[in-house]
């Protein structure tokens, strides 16, 4: 199994960004798949969780309403759409497919 997460990058506070998680080494159209991040000094924490077909979606509170999970199973693709960031944002966000992980990428919202 591996999971490559990109998309990352220093924006400002109000800006979006999108991420992308790249599966690959499983049945990408039949896994359940999240998105988590884990911020400076702190524990990793849960983002958000897609079904297999994407008809099932769920979001941590801080994020509901400026986050959106997405998939492309032809494409074995997750996405994380992030709208009005906000400093407490900032944090590496990893995919997550059963007990495997990405290696994260970095999202920084600042001045």
């Known amino acids: 199994v591996q999971l490559v997460e990109s998309g990352g990058g220093l924006v400002k506070p109000g800006e979006s960004l999108t991420l992308s998680c790249a599966g690959s080494?499983?049945?990408?159209?039949?896994?359940?798949m999240d998105w988590y991040r884990q911020a400076p000094g702190q524990e990793r924490e849960f983002v958000a969780h897609?079904?297999?077909?994407?008809?099932?979606?769920r979001y941590v509170d801080s994020v509901k309403g400026r986050f959106t999970i997405s998939r492309d199973n032809e494409r074995d693709t997750m996405y994380l759409q992030m709208d009005r960031l906000q400093p407490n944002d900032t944090a590496v966000y990893y995919c997550?497919?059963?007990?495997?992980w990405g290696k994260g990428t970095l999202v920084t919202v600042s001045d």
């Open positions: 997550k497919v059963g007990t495997n």
């Open positions: 080494g499983f049945l990408f159209r039949a896994a359940p």
């Open positions: 897609i079904s297999n077909t994407g008809g099932t979606k």
